[in-house]
């Protein structure tokens, strides 16, 4: 199984990120994927999940508004949009599909 992650970068405030995990190793459209992202600092805290088929989706409310996240089956990708990006953003997001997670991708808010 694998699952990488890419997309992150250094943006400022009020910017926008798309985020991309492409997976490999395993039958991707029968797993629910999820973004998770990790503060210096802080705990790792869930961002959104999407169900296999895309068609149940959930956010964590610091979220909720501004991301938007998608996937293509047919790629094996799940993506996250992220919009109106803020300081409090920075982190290293992470793409889980049940117990395997990737590397991560950094991504840092600052002007």
């Known amino acids: 199984v694998q699952l990488v992650e890419s997309g992150g970068g250094r943006v400022q405030p009020g910017g926008s990120l798309r985020l991309s995990c492409a997976a490999s190793g395993f039958t991707f459209s029968t797993y629910a994927m999820s973004w998770y992202r990790q503060a210096p600092g802080k705990e790792r805290e869930l961002v959104a999940t999407?169900?296999?088929?895309?068609?149940?989706?959930n956010y964590a409310a610091s979220m909720r508004g501004r991301s938007t996240i998608s996937r293509d089956n047919a790629k094996n990708t799940v993506y996250l949009q992220i919009n109106s990006l803020k300081p409090e953003d920075t982190a290293v997001y992470y793409c889980?599909?049940?117990?395997?997670w990737g590397q991560g991708t950094q991504v840092t808010v600052s002007s």
């Open positions: 889980r599909a049940y117990a395997y």
């Open positions: 999407i169900s296999s088929r895309g068609g149940t989706i």
